[in-house]
C-alpha cells in the first residue's frame, strides 16, 4: 500500500530534550515536507526536500532541524524542544511538479513540557 | 507569492442538501489549485485538483470544484451533504517551482442528521 508513514505518532517530552520524529514513504517520490499545525493558523511548511541531499527551509524553520540521506527517509530534529514548538506535525511527499498532489502521513501530536 | 483564502471558519449543513465551501486564490500565471480534507485524527487527503481545462473539477467522494477565472475562486461543492463529510477542509495553492504548497486557514464543515 502507498502511504507516508510518521512515528511517533504521540509524544510527551520536556524542555531541551533531543528528539527525533521519522518518516518514510513507499512511492518514489522526490519531493519531502514537514508542515505544523495549529489551531487558527492552518498549515505551515517548516522544511522542504526537492530530493536527495537538497534541503531548504519553509516558512517556520527555526528550532528545526531535517536531513535527505535517502530518497524514501526524511525526519525532523529538534535539538532543544521548547514549549513553543507543540503542535501537530505532518509529513508530506509527493512527485515533482507544482500539479502533482501531496501525500500525508497521519500526523504526529507533540506536546514539550 | 501565490495565496488562497477561506472566508468561512464553519460551514453548517444539513444532511442532503448541497454543500459549499469557499476559496479564493490569489496567483501569478495559471493556477495550480487543490482541494484537502482533514478527517477527525487522521492526516490531510488529496479530494480534487485544477491544473487546466474544464473549469469543472470532479473529485473523490461526489465532491465537485468549479474553477472562476473571473472571480477568482475555486469553491468546492457536493450536491448532497452525508454526515461522515463532517471534517476539516483545505483549500491549497503551490507556489512557482513548487518549493512549497501554501494552505488556506481551513474550514470546518459539519453536516447535521
Known amino acids: 500500500e502507498a502511504q507516508v508513514t510518521q512515528n511517533p505518532r504521540y509524544l510527551i517530552t520536556v524542555t531541551g530534550k533531543k528528539l527525533t520524529v521519522t518518516c518514510s514513504q513507499n512511492?518514489?517520490?522526490?519531493?519531502m515536507s514537514w508542515y505544523r499545525q495549529d489551531p487558527g493558523l492552518g498549515l505551515r511548511q517548516i522544511y522542504y526536500s526537492m530530493n536527495v541531499e537538497v534541503t531548504d527551509k519553509g516558512d517556520v524553520p527555526e528550532g528545526y532541524k531535517v536531513s535527505r540521506k535517502e530518497k524514501r527517509n526524511f525526519p525532523l530534529i529538534l535539538e532543544s524542544p521548547s514549549p513553543n514548538q507543540t503542535s501537530l506535525y505532518f509529513c508530506?511527499?509527493?512527485?515533482?511538479?507544482?500539479?502533482?498532489?501531496?501525500?500525508f502521513g497521519p500526523g504526529t501530536r507533540l506536546t514539550v513540557l | 507569492a501565490q495565496s488562497v483564502a477561506q472566508p468561512e471558519d464553519q460551514v453548517n449543513v444539513a444532511e442532503g442538501n448541497p454543500l459549499t465551501v469557499k476559496c479564493t486564490y490569489s496567483v501569478s500565471g495559471n493556477p495550480y489549485l487543490f482541494w484537502y480534507v482533514q478527517y477527525p485524527n487522521r492526516g490531510l487527503q488529496f479530494l480534487l485538483k485544477y491544473i487546466t481545462g474544464d473549469n469543472l473539477v470532479k473529485g473523490s467522494y461526489g465532491f465537485e470544484a468549479e474553477f472562476n477565472k473571473s472571480q477568482t475562486s475555486f469553491h468546492l461543492k457536493k450536491p448532497s451533504a452525508l454526515v461522515s463529510d463532517s471534517a476539516l477542509y483545505f483549500c491549497?495553492?503551490?507556489?512557482?517551482?513548487?518549493?512549497?504548497?501554501?494552505f488556506g486557514k481551513g474550514t470546518m464543515l459539519l453536516v447535521s442528521p
Open positions: 508530506a511527499s509527493s512527485l515533482k511538479g507544482e500539479y502533482n498532489e501531496q501525500f
Open positions: 491549497a495553492v503551490p507556489e512557482e517551482g513548487y518549493s512549497t504548497l501554501t
Open positions: 512511492m518514489n517520490h522526490e519531493y
